[in-house]
């Protein structure tokens, strides 16, 4: 029985001694197999307020929107309702912008605008104005594109003009195809 009782308290000892080293590897070890904490990924809902970009010093263009909403790390985003899009031109307003929604690149500050759009010049004597459907500001280039077909008025007169192309650093306009009639006054 003598050698039973000793096997059994090795045994024992051996046991006890894993448990110890078991205890301690998990203290050790705790808190490793913890859950990350959430990440700030959720997107940025703002209501009833100004989006301004600014590039260098010299704003590109400025919103009064319904909604924005932008991405977690807040380089773009959307707008919807637009109602007073300025667009500068050598730091001077240009151009007034109405939009649906406009997708925006805080970080290059483009922007593209869609559904009802609507475009007019700040203080031109002859009124114009121009309705479409997409708007797409490329700002490195200064150039503004209208590729879907707009309706020019200018008074009581509408041309339809397949595509526009303003360049803003040239100064140059391309017109895609016209249709509509227009009268001229010296």
């Known amino acids: 029985m003598r050698v039973k009782a000793l096997w059994w308290k090795r045994i024992a000892v051996a046991a006890g001694v894993a ?4 205890v301690v590897v998990e203290i050790v070890l705790a808190g ?5 904490l959430p990440s700030n990924q959720a997107p940025i809902d703002l209501r009833g307020g100004h ?6 010093a010299t704003r590109s263009w400025s919103f009064d929107y319904d909604h924005a909403r932008l991405s977690p790390d807040g380089m773009s985003g959307t707008v919807d309702g637009v109602r007073n899009g300025i667009v500068f031109r050598k730091g001077k307003p240009y151009l007034r912008i109405s939009a649906k929604r406009v997708t925006l690149n805080i970080q290059t500050l483009d922007f593209t605008a869609v559904g009802k759009v609507h475009i007019e010049r700040i203080n031109d004597p002859q009124q114009r104005a121009f309705d479409t459907d997409l708007v797409t500001w490329t700002n490195d280039a200064k150039v503004l594109r209208m590729s ?3 309706y020019v008025h200018s008074g009581d007169q509408t041309l339809r003009i397949d595509g526009i ?16 009639g227009l009268d ?3």
């Open 148 to 150: 879907h077909p707009a």
């Open 19 to 22: 448990l110890g080293i078991y």
């Open 32 to 36: 490793g197999g913890a859950p990350p």
């Open 165 to 180: 192309t303003v360049n803003f650093d040239d100064n140059t306009v391309h017109l895609g195809k016209v249709s509509g």
């Open 51 to 56: 989006v301004m970009n600014n590039h260098i």
């Open 184 to 186: 001229i006054h010296h």
